[in-house]
């Protein structure tokens, strides 16, 4: 009976419902594909030619694949249960839902189970989809239930429910960057997931992306991929861009399908999607988190890094994914203070904050919360910022990720009869075969790739260049001594990628139509600990953050 009452309360336009314990689960369908055509036909004429969507549904994912194998426990999950947790768990932080599994509110089994709720309540029915949970952990509830009989003192991520982009390697699901040449993909854990696991976070799963990371063709949407369709925004469904690269990241943690998860960032794809997502997403500096066993753009500028609903949770989620990992030339040993840094926030009255007067006199929301940190007591250097261009900033992608796909093949793929690719070459020539399924948008920076003839010489100029002109651009915050730059959303995030210095972006309000915007702070290398208690700070003062009105319940 539980499972009908699941199905017809929250599977709502599922082709079937069995009530039958005794069926087996392969006749049960959960989810059947539906006609696209009109959404894609209503995109036609949108303003941003980033949101002119040639599909909406991907074209190869099997929901029922997804969500099948966990179907029977999270269905025997009551309304009655659900209601009871929302208010304990949903748009709490990690420490609060601690003190709750503590004093015996819930289990970490039972947070699992309210998280998979969720999911299955609005990312089944075609008209709720995100498309943004690609792969579900068929092990995450059993692996709850062993840290709910664990007892004693751990780490605070330990049994919080994680989602992954899906370019980051896990044991328990394939791998595909979004891509149809890697849909097959096994790899084992990348460093980060390993930490993750060390200290007891349970991996719930696999959120959608822009394919390989945004790096395939420049009028591709943002948040679409082959594997995992297109992803789309809880602040407004195919109205509001999602933000890329790492697009199912921000839109499944501002839906609250999990406590929060990890992204990756090459230039702008945490910042981007976070703001448009309204989450606190962190590109911390490169080298402070590992990038081994994540499918790679850039080894110059590529790192993963958290994104959740706060300060607090984005601090918990950094330091459990800190460690020196050896096969990582860039990684360091972890910076200091890091996880306390949500319980001490900075006084306002102590932080030189840069304001680029440019953003002040375009940007009314801006304005406004820099003048709140100017009233709280934040001393405000206002300054007209630079035009320095990044010249050679493609190439570099280009020569980094000919050299660094063809390694991570390598070295992380386990099945060569799955993934019959090794190189940038062959992936292009594996998607002309199948042009309307693999790359309906086309692959021209793949081409661009392909086409690069820069030598090593030039090469190792134009990352020396890079560098020195985002170094540049910042040079306020050494001339000011400024704790930080204040920019909107991934405005900047080009010369923070290229200088390799961290930024931290967070809610700060929403416009007139309702799109997110967030206020990001970009700081000096290693800095993240005082970025984050800034940033705690700043989130305290305005507490802009928002829920989507659709996914509330």
């Known amino acids: 009976m539980y499972k009908y009452l699941f199905c017809s309360f929250l599977l709502i336009g599922f082709i079937s419902c069995k009530q039958k314990n005794s069926e087996p689960k392969e006749d049960i369908v959960l989810w059947t594909p539906y006609n696209d055509s009109s959404e894609v036909a209503a995109s036609v004429d949108n303003k941003s030619p980033r949101m002119r969507y040639k599909f909406i549904q991907s074209k190869v994912l099997d929901k029922n694949e997804v969500f099948l194998p966990l179907y029977d426990e999270v269905s025997k999950f009551t309304e009655e249960q659900y209601e009871k947790m929302k208010p304990l768990v949903l748009e709490q932080d990690i420490p609060t839902i601690q003190n709750h599994i503590d004093s015996g509110a819930f289990t970490y089994e039972d947070l699992v189970l309210f998280y998979l709720h969720r999911i299955y309540k609005y990312e089944l029915p075609n008209n709720t989809t995100l498309n943004t949970i690609i792969a579900l952990n068929p092990n995450v509830l059993e692996e709850s239930r062993q840290l709910d009989e664990s007892k004693g003192t751990h780490h605070l991520i330990y049994g919080m429910p994680i989602l992954l982009k899906d370019n980051i390697g896990t044991a328990e699901m394939k791998t595909t960057a979004g891509a149809i040449a890697l849909k097959e993909n096994q790899t084992d854990d990348a460093f980060i997931v390993k930490r993750l696991k060390s200290k007891g976070a349970l991996i719930l799963g696999k959120a959608n992306l822009s394919e390989w990371a945004n790096f395939i063709c420049g009028v591709c949407p943002n948040g679409q991929s082959a594997v995992g369709g297109q992803t789309l925004n809880p602040y407004g469904r195919r109205v509001f861009d999602t933000g890329g690269s790492s697009a199912g990241s921000g839109t499944s943690t501002a839906a609250n399908y999990a406590v929060g998860a990890v992204g990756t960032e090459t230039s702008g794809s ?35 890094g ?107 793929v386990k099945d060569r009869d799955a993934v019959k690719v090794e190189s940038v070459e062959d992936v292009v020539i594996f998607n002309k075969q199948d ?75 929403y416009k007139t139509d309702g799109e997110p915007e967030s206020l990001t702070f970009i700081g000096k290398p290693f800095s993240e600990a005082h970025l984050l208690r800034i940033g705690k700070a700043f989130e305290e003062l305005t507490k802009a953050r928002k829920i989507p009105e659709g996914y509330q319940n």
């Open 270 to 304: 945490i910042l981007s999607p976070s703001s448009q997502s309204s989450v606190v997403g962190l590109k911390p500096t490169i080298g402070l988190l590992s990038r081994t066993g994540i499918v790679p753009i850039s080894s110059t500028l590529d790192t993963p």
């Open 435 to 509: 042009s309307l399924v693999r790359i309906p948008y086309g692959q021209a920076r793949f081409d661009g790739i392909l086409a690069d003839s820069t030598t090593a010489e030039q090469f190792e100029k134009i990352k020396k260049d890079l560098k020195e002109s985002g170094r540049a651009f910042f040079k306020i915050m050494e001339d000011k001594q400024l704790d930080a730059v204040l920019s909107i959303n991934n405005y900047h995030a080009g010369y923070a990628a290229v200088a390799e210095y961290p930024a931290l972006t967070i809610p700060m309000g």
């Open 306 to 412: 958290p994104m959740t609903k706060s300060v607090t949770d984005n601090a918990i989620l950094l330091d459990a994914m800190l460690g020196k990992d050896e096969a990582d030339y860039k990684s360091i040993s972890a910076e200091p203070g890091i996880l306390s840094a949500w319980m001490h926030p900075e006084l306002l009255k102590e932080t030189r904050l840069g304001v680029m007067t440019s953003l002040m006199e375009r940007d009314s929301i801006y304005a406004a919360n820099v003048e709140a940190l100017r009233e709280a007591g934040a001393q405000i250097i206002e300054f007209e910022s630079e035009n320095i261009p990044l010249e050679g900033f493609t190439t570099l992608l280009n020569l980094d990720m000919e050299q660094d796909l063809r390694a991570y093949l390598n070295a992380e």
